[in-house]
Nanobody, 130 residues
Framework: QVQLVESGGGSVQAGGSLRLSCAAS????????MGWFRQAPGKEREGVAA???????SYASSVKGRFTISQDNAKNTLYLQMNSLKPEDTAVYYC????????????????????????WGQGTQVTVSS
């Protein structure tokens, strides 16, 4: 059973940085596509960044150049380094995983899309104050 546990959220001032972590278990981590999503109050959950099993990455335009997705396959852990944070980055951030063979090609074709991912963590709150 896939389990994803996020950590690293918190409160920070605009311009600051945070690093989110997602500890994964219950599956062969290195064969999965992984992603970060976020959901602000009253808004739809949106894709932030994704990385597929060959290491290719994809980012939402709103975070490109500020956020970096990475992973440590030996630790089964996904990361999201967030720099130059803005108040509009405030949201609950979710880790997601999918092991279906087409997830990588679908990310390349559609971007960081919620429907690609079948497994989700519980989320971690990020609050950026101005």
């Amino acid at each position: 059973q896939v389990q994803l546990v996020e950590s690293g959220g918190g409160s920070v001032q605009a311009g600051g940085s945070l690093r989110l972590s997602c500890a994964a278990s219950g599956y062969t981590y290195s064969r999965y596509c992984m992603g970060w999503f976020r959901q602000a109050p009253g808004k739809e959950r949106e894709g932030v960044a994704a990385i597929d099993s060959d290491g290719s990455t994809s980012y939402a335009s709103s975070v490109k150049g500020r956020f970096t997705i990475s992973q440590d396959n030996a630790k089964n852990t996904l990361y999201l380094q967030m720099n130059s944070l803005k108040p509009e980055d405030t949201a609950v951030y979710y880790c997601a995983a999918d092991g279906r063979p087409w997830c990588g090609t679908t990310i390349k074709r559609l971007g960081v899309t919620r429907s690609i991912f079948a497994n989700w963590g519980q989320g971690t709150q990020v609050t950026v104050s101005s």
